[in-house]
């Protein structure tokens, strides 16, 4: 009867991890949106100089804001 109970808690820990794993995903999934979200906000108020030396017209960024902060 050891062994069962054995197996019981085995079940039980890879369960945890995997319950885990999803949760550690779910949870980098949305730091990637809020960063692409800030990200995007933050190129909208860059200046046309600004953007000018990093090669990306105003059109580019209109292009990027457009885009749901799910989209890469």
Request: hydrophobic share 45%; proline share 1%.
């Amino acid at each position: 009867m050891k062994f069962a109970s054995t197996r019981l808690i085995s079940a039980d820990i890879k369960a945890l991890v995997n319950l885990y794993e999803v949760w550690a995903s779910v949870g980098a999934t949305l730091h990637l949106w809020r960063q692409r979200y800030r990200d995007r906000r933050e190129l909208a108020r860059w200046t046309e100089h600004d953007l000018h030396d990093i090669g990306v017209s105003r059109s580019d960024i209109a292009h990027e804001l457009e885009k749901p902060f799910w989209r890469a």
